[in-house]
């Protein structure tokens, strides 16, 4: 992500000097204890859970008493179960929705908040975040109140606006799904917006200067030096609303129960489902195993594409 | 200025749209039970009652679920603040063998959903006996790389090495200069961290769900929802304990939001 620490030795004199000395500390050992704590906790509560999870999702477990070794069964079944597939379905859609509209939403909300001159910045960007600081539980549980079919605050505002009212917001499968992309999107895009105002507020001003200079419109300016400008930021929110969205749970959970019809179970809620629901302890770490390598698979590529997460 | 009334009105309207359901939650834990979906809905209680507070604290043990999962999360936060200033100090001073590919794996940790560690993680802390639930509810927030990640970032941003060579001429040790100098300076990062933190242990409701099974040591998050999902769905309490469960969460978060809100995007920025 940076290069002041590690990059090649300066040519210019006393600096490089000064960097060289502080980068040959007096002990070769300081660094490994410095980040040894990380370390120990990393191996044990998550490399160990991971090759744990592989080793169970080759087993059947109801939980008690020993694993039975089943090989590759579990995923030969997930394979096949259609509630399996609608949960990588419907986490597809909110992943989507997360990318597609949540980003590129924040991205306009961080451009209106960039405008010069604008008053009480912070107040806007703070109110904004605000969801954020909310527990998940209290988001689901208001919304919960907030898509009430019959006294919800949703179904007022339509009667007030329309005169229609009665949605059954929860209760149909697509407006279920709907709905809870509308949580998602009123959850984050507060918390992605404070990425892209501070990338916005970083980009040079000369460069819009220069873009004036050169005629060009708002359309163009934006997309000849604020986009590449804020190529890191967007990469970083990406990955980032990528990885929680494909988590989604307590929204289905608490919302929906997953329903109605499967319309919004997630994987998440497929794991604990499986495993905690239904004792099906093995069959759950394969749906873990399938998440994992897609999540991490994906957002390694786009990592990769886009160039983030390099120490030097 | 003219201009810029169509701005300032999408922006009001924004405002709105985030805010509404919490003021309305708000509003609705003073009104008597009926009227929390009166229609029209309306903002100001009007009667206005402490009931549901009453009732929250005299039939439910709200204060110890409020005890558990400040504790829990204070601890949380202590130890991974600790461990996060430690590793990206010795990530962003330091050049040594292995340090990009153990930075590399430090980094893709992030990438790592909870759910595939949720199940081994049960079964090895509970199915084995080892963890004590408190001790259960503080390990999945200890070593996060996303913390790491900022502290490296600031750190490289805002000590310079002259500092620390100069402590090391003075013969202090490297403890000592991470002690007595390092962690000063870090000091607006490590406000951030913290709020940051806490808010992840106070809010988690997927892990306590799976791992709490006794109601006495229930956190917050799960004992309000053991009151929405309840048959008789007590609306009127749940938006009284949401509203005192968000309290310090919210009050963290305004006292800290410069810090917090820079320090969240010191890495992404730079790319």
Known sequence: MTTAI?????????????????????????????ISPFYLLYILFMLVPIVVSLWLSLTEWVGLGTPHWVGLRNYRLLATDISFHRALGNTAVFVLVAVCVVVPLALLIAQALNTR????????????????????????LIFGLVFDRQFGLAN?????????????????????????????????????????????????????????????????????????????VTAFVVVTSFIGAAQIFEEPYLLTGGGPAESTLSVTMFIYRAAFQRQQFGYAAAAAVVLFVLVFGLSRLVNRLLGIGRAS | MRTRLPLYGVLVLLLLAFL????????????PRGDIFAYPPRLIPDPFTLDNYQRLFSGQPFWRWFLMSTVVALAATAVSVFVCALAGYGFAKFRFAGRKLLFGVMFSSLSIPFAVILVPLFVMLVKTGLGSPWFALIVPWVAPAFGIFMMQQYIVQSIPDSVLEAARIDGAGEFGIFRTIVLPLLRPALGALAVWQFLQSYNSFLWPLVLVSDSSQYTLPLGLQTLFVSEQRQYDLVLAGAVIAVVPAVALFVLLRKQLLEGLSTGAVKG
């Open chain 1, 6 to 34: 590690a990059g090649p030795p300066r040519s210019t004199g006393d600096r490089a000097d000064e960097a060289d000395t502080a980068r040959r500390p007096k002990s070769s050992w300081a660094p490994y204890l410095f």
């Open chain 1, 117 to 140: 001159g604008l008053r009480v910045r912070d107040l806007w960007r703070t109110a904004y975040f605000v969801p954020v600081v909310v527990s998940p539980i209290l988001v689901a």
């Open chain 1, 156 to 232: 007022s505002v339509l009667r007030a606006l329309f005169g229609t009212g009665g949605v059954d917001w929860l209760g149909d499968p697509s407006l279920a799904k709907a709905s809870i992309a509308l949580v998602m999107l009123w959850r984050w895009t507060g918390y992605l917006t404070v990425f892209f105002l501070a990338g916005l507020q970083n980009v040079p001003r000369e460069l819009y200067e220069a873009a004036a200079l050169d005629g060009a419109g708002r359309l163009r300016t934006f997309s000849t030096v604020t986009l590449p400008a804020l190529k890191p």
């Open chain 2, 20 to 31: 509404a359901p919490l003021l309305w939650a708000l509003s609705g834990s003073f009104k």
